[in-house]
Nanobody
């Protein structure tokens, strides 16, 4: 059974940094493409970042470019999302998602992914 477990969310102030982690189990980590999504109250789930297995194809939502970096830790079967200079508009539940094939479009959609974590809440106060 494939499991993705997020951690690292919390309540932070404007301008703070945090690192979200997603630990993968039940699937060969090196064969899983991982993306990060977020969903704010009343809004649709949207892609924040995505990286292919080789690391040569990445996507970052325009609103977070320059503030967010996705990385993989092969030794720990985990994917991280480093977020800096947080803003109130970053407040959302953050999900990691996995799929065993490359995402077939420039901007990932939730429907592109087969496996999901339950999410971790990130709240940024102004």
């Amino acid at each position: 059974q494939v499991q993705l477990v997020e951690s690292g969310g919390g309540l932070l102030q404007y301008g703070a940094s945090l690192r979200l982690s997603c630990v993968v189990s039940g699937f060969p980590f090196d064969s899983l493409y991982i993306g990060w999504f977020r969903q704010a109250p009343g809004k649709e789930r949207e892609a924040v970042s995505y990286m292919n297995i080789g690391g040569d194809i990445t996507y970052y939502k325009r609103a977070v470019r320059g503030r967010v970096t996705q990385s993989r830790d092969h030794a720990k079967n985990s994917v991280h999302l480093q977020m800096n200079n947080l803003k109130p508009e970053d407040t959302a539940v953050y999900f990691c998602a996995g799929v065993d094939r490359p995402v077939p479009r420039a901007i990932p959609l939730p429907s592109d992914f087969d496996y999901w974590g339950v999410g971790t809440q990130v709240t940024v106060s102004s």
